[in-house]
């Protein structure tokens, strides 16, 4: 069976065409950030196109379409997501996908859909019961039970990055206070980098944004950063370590997981040091001892959520 599956990113839509378990198709996108809503669906829709094309296919070829978005996804819909134009209002994702690519759609979180790309292809193969988690800009969680993917009864199972690790903390993105987001995202770290700076901390950070022509650190640039030496650099990675470590650790000890895929910008940038840090800080808060979860890093790269969305598609072919 052939299916095409697409990845919302606040930066780039990546769309795959899967032939049974081999990618044949592949584009990528940048995320428009004027046009509104209408500009997005039209972005999407158009890395669907282009993939396709360089699969030698159009969309007659295929079964379905999967969808990975940001935001809280109910039924097709989707809300709360305030990176994409458009997105933070709840509508017919579904729908509005459907008459111009012609196909049955399905639509999941984002990082669900990663999640399920992991499990079948990548970190988590034989594994049924696993926590995905994504850390870049900010820091997202999909979960794997029973072999399925959980979505929880709103749409809302897996937001590891909205876990609270410290009660009165740091403001989240999100508006409140504590997350794991709040420390452990890159936009997050970004921000207390420019506090403390501001006050007399010395950095590199900035330099080496501008240096590489980057409006944002980005995660090559903190890593840049850090292998240079910078110590806020590396305090700050520290901390996102172990507050990851301290959020996972709850979701292990509440749902007896065997298995957490590490991927996303900052862990795939910063590679096995990161996840030795998380892994470290992890051991000590789990419940079962000695520890029976382990902390594997993602093998899909920037293509598992398309990955993961194009078998999510099997569901509605």
Aim: hydrophobic content about 45%; proline content about 4%.
């Amino acid at each position: 069976m052939r299916t095409v599956g697409i990845d919302l990113g606040g930066t780039n839509v990546y769309a795959v065409v899967l032939d049974g378990d081999t990618v044949v198709g592949s584009a990528k996108r940048r995320t428009p950030v004027d046009g509104g809503r209408d500009g997005v669906l039209e972005a999407m829709a158009a890395a669907a196109g282009k993939a396709l094309k360089d699969g030698g296919l159009d969309l007659a070829d295929v079964s379905a379409v999967g969808i990975g978005t940001p935001g809280v996804v109910i039924d097709g819909t989707v809300g709360s997501s305030a990176n994409v134009p458009g997105f933070d209002e709840r509508f017919d994702l579904a729908g509005a996908l459907r008459e111009p690519l012609g196909r049955p759609v399905r639509v999941a979180n984002d990082v669900t859909a990663a999640a399920v790309g992991e499990h079948r292809l990548g970190g988590g193969r034989g594994s049924d019961s696993l926590l995905c988690v994504f850390a870049g800009t900010g820091v997202g969680g999909g979960l794997i039970l029973d072999g399925r993917p959980f979505e929880g009864v709103h749409g809302g199972a897996g937001e590891l990055g909205h876990v609270i690790v410290r009660q009165g903390g740091a403001v989240c993105p999100c508006g409140r206070r504590g997350c794991v987001e709040a420390y452990a995202g890159r936009r997050a770290m970004e921000l207390t980098a420019e506090r403390r700076h501001a006050t007399g901390t010395p950095t590199i950070l900035f330099d080496v944004m501008a240096e590489k022509g980057k409006t944002r650190a980005t995660s090559g640039v903190f890593r840049t950063a850090f292998e240079s030496g910078d110590l806020l650099v590396a305090d700050l990675l520290q901390e996102a370590a172990e507050v990851l470590a301290a959020g996972i650790a709850s979701s292990v000890n509440l749902l007896d997981l065997d298995r957490v895929v590490l991927g996303g910008g900052l862990a795939d940038k910063l590679g096995a040091p990161f996840q030795r840090w998380i892994e470290a800080a992890l051991q000590p808060l789990l419940f079962l001892q000695p520890p029976e979860v382990d902390v594997v890093a993602a093998e899909l790269g920037d293509d598992g959520g398309a990955v993961g969305a194009a078998l999510l598609a099997r569901e509605v072919a």
